[in-house]
């Protein structure tokens, strides 16, 4: 049980937070924003797994492993990755300059980056904008720090929840970004997560590890994992609850909400996918295994065949079938099922007799809902999806270096 | 050494072909081969890897396995996937109906389908196609048999050559189809190889095989793997040259032309991907293995990001290097170079400063060759794709079920 709350993700306790404009974006908007615990929290992380990783992950890295940090830095506009050794170094600075403006040690600072690859941080511009974000540090009422760290996205995703722990009332509240370079394992994506919990940094980040699995890394919208990205959650303890140091109820019941806010955030990524005009929910049930049946929807939810037919509005259920076929999991053609919305499509590997007029309508809805039974075992997996539009194309053609 | 010849699928001695207008396509389009050698020829095939593979890929196999074959018939605008025990039935009636009509034994006859999953096939029809296109077996002069097999294909793709083993004047000739749904492992790609070399079964499908591994295998429009993709060879004998029976230097030879027939329609194929506007030769270089190398290259091909920059004619290397990073191939990015037609843009690992106008010129050509050097080792691999386009979205949008 939680109730939706206002505040942003300042809502939680001892939390502030500002965005600003430091001209690192050509369009001139928002693209620096610092989040700051008053107190040193509890600090996980998930971090993007491709091997050509950008200098802002490999300092996250470090907080992370510590288990404590205060504050987050962050730059859109420029991913600083594939920068080599000056990438590295002004990464370092921008933890160092945030550090020294909010008097706290370094190795407490997170710092993320997004944006184009290849080119290095205009770091003028960058540490002016980190002075002005610290300067005015504070409730963040207007979500310019949501503003701060978006790309091609087209609207702000956040959520803001209020729950209890042992009757203790506890806030958490997060922020995403992320439309283009979905995958999962953290692709172009950024999520940052502020709660006044108190918890054990190995159980935060248990639950953090348990929560993105089953959302960040369940999305896709067009395949490919970026150099950048990564999930964290601060937890400092401010709302007073009896801190988590075991798998207990309470322990339980964070991590039920904090999933819930990564479910939330997840999804709006891939509703803001590119140029994307569908939302998909691919669910695949009756699978050996777990790893299977995410194979299978991860297959269907990657198809440009699959994302192009939902485009068009067409019910084309073998190119499904093909993606199932060569997703590697285990299938058997004779006993597959299939439905999409309310209606049975293919029943045991053969086309159902269906109602077109209903299939018209369900085909022409912006959500979606498609159901692969595999007829084998009793695991499931759920991803999102979005479908390929002309849009997709336009954006990434023209977004040019 | 070999000589293109004319003649098309026929120019090899003792192949007969044709191709007639069945009306299985609603364009009233050809849509039924048959392809017609008057001996017994050895055969060999390598079939798609997906588990819905179609019911004509059923019943190949099975020629395939006695490694003797002498027709191949072959249907397009129903690719009779999907389709259970009436696609089985009528898989193996194809076979016979061919059989009968030729007076050799069912087990001597390929089948193929392509078109759409998931309808059975209009016998009726198919039935009076395989008729008349006995009835007019020939020299297919006109190329109909190419026609025959083509779905979203825009051209026809077909090549004779002639070349000498131990002195003797030996023909090879291969026709294929496909444009969407094109990835390694066969797609939906049909090809037809002929030949009138002697050579044993079990060499011919090791020729074939390694053939296929660098060219069929090596080409991506989509990402799909398709239910129904073969290519196969028959090779009947009559050029008389001594039979091959072991590995020596005309097995060399024959399996050196068999490769550039199958890179020849590969590259065809890529070139005809749907709504193509580039073609792109990806070279990978100095990876640990080949498998590494394949690995990355095959990431690249993939990425929709990568496919839409070039579309765009960008040379955005950021999404080039991130795809290298999640293609799970050892790589490291201080060592990993990148050029673009002869321009150096990434030197181990960062961007290099380049003449903007002459990266331009490159961009704008039609085909484009992309070179990553990963510095690891001496293992390479080449691979072939084209761009993302809206055309692609148009064509797979519009092209209902």
Redesign the interface.
């Known amino acids: 049980m939680y109730t939706e709350i206002k505040g942003g993700i300042t809502a939680p306790k001892g939390f502030k937070a500002a965005g600003v404009q430091a001209g690192i974006k050509k369009s001139g908007k928002h693209d620096v924003a610092v989040i700051y615990s008053t107190v040193p929290a509890s600090v996980a992380g998930v971090c993007t797994?491709?091997?050509?990783?950008a200098a802002p992950v490999a300092v996250s890295r470090l907080a992370f492993e510590s288990g404590i940090a205060s504050a987050i830095v962050v730059n859109s506009g420029c991913?600083n990755?594939?920068?080599?050794e000056q990438g590295l170094s002004d990464a370092n600075a921008m933890a160092q300059i945030t550090a020294d403006l909010l008097s706290i040690p370094k190795e407490d600072v997170l710092v993320a980056s997004t944006g184009?690859?290849?080119?290095t941080l205009p770091m003028e511009k960058v540490t002016a904008g980190i002075k002005a974000a610290v300067a005015q540090l504070g409730p963040d009422e207007q979500d310019y720090s949501t503003l701060a760290i978006m790309t091609t996205d087209t609207f702000q995703k956040h959520c803001a929840y209020e729950f209890e722990l042992g009757g203790v009332p506890v806030r958490i509240a997060g922020i995403a970004k992320g439309s283009?370079?979905i995958?999962p394992?953290m692709a172009t994506m950024l999520a940052f997560i502020t709660t006044d919990a108190a918890i054990a940094p190995a159980l935060l980040k248990q639950a953090l590890t348990d929560a993105v699995n089953v959302s960040f890394n369940m999305i896709s919208v067009?395949?490919?994992?970026?150099?950048n990205d990564m999930a964290t959650v601060l937890a400092n303890g401010l709302a007073g609850n009896k801190k988590i140091e075991t798998k207990n109820e309470d322990y339980a019941a964070f991590t039920k909400i904090l999933t819930e806010v990564c479910i939330y955030l997840a999804k709006q990524i891939v509703v803001d996918g590119e140029g994307a005009t569908k939302f998909l929910e691919l669910n695949v049930t009756g699978a050996a295994s777990f790893a299977d049946a995410k194979k299978t929807a991860m297959a269907i939810a990657?198809?440009?065949?699959v994302k192009?037919?939902f485009?068009?509005e067409?019910?084309?259920?073998?190119?499904i079938?093909?993606?199932?076929?060569?997703s590697e999991a285990?299938?058997?053609?004779?006993k597959?099922s299939l439905s999409i919305g309310d209606l049975t499509i293919?029943k045991?590997?053969?086309?159902a007799p269906i109602d077109e007029l209903e299939l018209k309508k369900i085909m022409a809805e912006h959500d979606i809902r498609v159901v692969v039974d595999l007829g084998l075992g009793q695991a499931e997996a759920t991803m999102w999806t979005c479908d390929?539009?002309?849009e997709?194309?336009?954006i990434?053609?023209?977004?040019?270096?």
Chains 1, 2 share one sequence.
Request: charged share 10%; glycine share 14%.
């Open positions: 797994t491709n091997t050509m990783a991913a990755a594939c920068t080599g184009i690859i290849g080119v283009g370079m995958h394992n067009d395949g490919d994992t970026s150099t990657k198809s440009p065949l192009t037919a485009f068009g067409d019910a084309n259920w073998g190119r079938l093909c993606a199932v076929g060569y285990a299938a058997d053609p004779t597959i293919v045991q590997g053969l086309g390929f539009s002309y997709y194309v336009k990434n053609g023209e977004y040019h270096t």
